[in-house]
């Protein structure tokens, strides 16, 4: 166990809604990564909060979005929902606001859009 | 620009041969390098870690990977696999992205077989 907590496991949406991806990072964590791996595309690396603040951006689309909470905790949305947004979604989550030491991942969140 | 190169995306390996999984990198500042390991259905699990210390890195699982500076190489071995040995191996590299923030970046993954 990571001590990096994600929810839901799995979920099944249509074309076209919204959904909202939960992290909660280890405790003492500061910085949340999320990550999407996919078939094709691999492990890509999406956005980083680093206590409460956007750090870094990676290859995240302009309908996806990200927040980092008071008490640390993030969200992933992801809007307008496309087929080829079906991904296994990680977070990680780190002490620092780099990665310096390795980032401890969750069990990842399966979206499968229909 | 920081990348990671993984030569071969399937490996089979007999139970109680060597593991060999090879790992290559570029990165135009000190790299931390990292193998993780995925099995079906669950999250990242780091084996072992190299962060400028000690060249030759071991990890958990019997696992160890030895960093070669002049070869920008980054091998994972293990001498005798283990049945439980099967899954995804991801080299990932840490170095500058954007800003003052180390990213990871990963390879495209070695999927590991081993036949009894």
């Known amino acids: 166990d990571s001590g990096v907590t994600q929810t839901p496991k799995h979920l099944i949406t249509a074309t076209g809604q919204r959904v909202t991806l939960r992290c909660s990072p280890r405790s003492g964590d500061l910085s949340v990564y999320w990550y999407q791996q996919s078939l094709d595309q691999g492990l890509q690396f999406l956005i980083q909060y680093y206590n409460g603040e956007e750090r870094a951006k990676g290859n995240i689309l302009e309908r996806f979005s990200a927040q980092q909470f008071p008490d640390l905790h993030s969200e992933l949305n992801l809007s307008s929902l496309e087929l080829g947004d079906s991904a296994l979604y990680f977070c990680?989550?780190?002490?620092?606001?780099?990665?310096?030491?390795?980032?401890?991942f969750g069990q990842g969140t399966r979206l499968t859009v229909v | 620009a920081q990348s990671v190169t993984q030569l071969g995306s399937h490996v089979s390996v007999s139970e109680g041969a060597l593991v060999l999984l090879r790992c290559n990198y570029s990165s135009s500042v000190p790299p931390y390098l990292f193998w993780y390991v995925q099995y079906p259905n669950q999250g990242l699990q780091l084996l072992l870690k190299y962060t400028s210390a000690a060249t030759l890195v071991k990890g958990i699982n019997g696992f160890e990977a030895e960093f070669k500076k002049s070869e920008t190489s980054f091998h994972l071995t293990k001498p005798s696999a283990h049945m439980s040995d099967a899954a995804e191996y991801f080299c990932a590299v840490s170095a500058y992205l954007s800003g003052s923030a180390r990213q990871l970046t990963f390879g495209s993954g070695t999927q590991l077989t081993v036949l009894p």
């Open positions: 990680a989550s780190s002490p620092t606001g780099t990665l310096n030491t390795e980032a401890f």
